[in-house]
DNA sequence: CTTGCAGTGTAACTTATGTAACATTAGAAG
DNA sequence: CTTCTAATGTTACATAAGTTACACTGCAAG
């Protein structure tokens, strides 16, 4: 459980302690389901490795991205939905291999008093969650789906490290809930003007590709 | 200080004679500022009368709206960004005749462990600007604007108790983040099916405004 | 090899929404 | 009353995005 080091600048010491022994620690493998609508949630998930994708479904099943989870992040609505009880809201599902430790919904409130840092760190989610969902809304609401979808490659690059971003057109599409057609359209311009190069299965981002929009 | 009394059935009685001892009674007037970006916040905000809009700008001023706040709510976001020391990223503003009551951000701590009525409260909070937020998401990634309108409508409606909605085209083209020609022609829609009337910064819902879109 | 399919390219068209420009009207202020 | 301004109505047009349809291609399974 060596992953549990990333940890380590987060939480105080005899917390760590707590949580690799009341900790459930989980694996995922890319696409399986984390969490699922509607289930109710008995553990607060912290990320330890690799990158999990919330995301939202409407009444057609047109989904849309909400947002990653990566290293040491956790997703406070799972947070609040466990001390509610309530069921989820939302999806989540591995985008590569996942490591992480589910903390069972009993120790929650108990370190909330006990541990100064993890009150700090359930709070410091809950704000960045917020963030991201206003980002997300900011997004959609005042830019077109062009700048949209360079933010969307950005952000992919930034998590992966890569500059080859691996994803279908239809992947893309699904995620900025539009059509295939619009999202293969918009990637064609973008390598027209020599930003990127496309593959099958793959988008090759070019050295100009943080040159100014437009 | 009896608006107090409207929470009553939210938290034991310690914990209201604390409130009413260490929190900060305000009152607004319609269009006062309650809460601006960047400013820091000291207290978290419970609203005991009247309606507070919480919206947001983008870079280009254009504003969008998140939700509402009515009796007995609360800012989450003004909460999470308390305890971090983070400036607001949000802006609210009072709807009509607000009343409400500021918690200094040295009690929000100090009860959340004192009074299971107030942590419940908080992750109640929480849980449900969260799933605001994650409306308007769905509101603005998956409906077009006609839908949006009736819904915005019906939430006026709602709020107000009244099916007199009293709003100017303008204003409510702010708020969806679009322009005031687009909803005057919807409205128009509206009234010549017969839904609404229109009058000078007024719109009355008549009854078969329920019924099934198109 | 050949078969099949997911992934992609692209054209033609529809529709929703944004934008600019201008006329009209209601009500407030003087 | 007149004057001014915000609010509204309306037209005409531009553009982003959604939709349908179909061709082509790389690749994996048999």
């Given amino acids: 459980m060596n992953n549990l080091d990333k940890l380590k600048g987060v939480f105080e010491p005899e917390l760590l302690q707590e949580i690799e022994q009341f900790g459930i620690y989980q694996t995922f493998k890319e696409g399986d389901l984390v969490m699922d609508y509607g289930k109710y949630i008995r553990m607060m998930p912290i990320v330890l490795k690799g990158t999990v994708k919330v ?49 069972p919904h009993v120790k929650l409130d108990e370190w909330l008093c006990k541990y100064p ?51 279908s057109h239809n992947t893309i599409a699904d995620e900025l809930a539009t059509s295939r057609v619009v999202i293969s359209r918009l990637l064609k311009q973008l390598e027209n003007s020599g930003k990127i190069i496309l593959y099958r299965n793959e988008i090759k981002l070019l050295s100009g590709f943080d040159a100014p929009f437009k």
Wanted: hydrophobic share 40%.
């Fill in 55 to 103: 995301h939202r479904l409407d009444e057609n099943n047109n989904e849309i991205l909400l947002y990653y989870l990566s290293s040491s992040e956790s997703c406070s609505m799972a947070y609040s939905c466990c001390v509610e009880a309530k069921k989820s809201e939302v999806k989540a599902v591995a985008e590569d291999n996942v490591e992480l430790i589910g903390i």
């Fill in 117 to 167: 840092s993890w009150k700090n760190y359930v709070m410091r989610s809950f704000n960045e969650r917020f963030i991201e969902l206003l980002k997300s809304i900011e997004s959609i609401a005042f830019h077109k789906l062009d700048e949209r979808l360079i933010a969307y490659l950005k952000e992919k690059q930034r998590l992966s490290g890569s500059s080859v971003i691996k994803a």
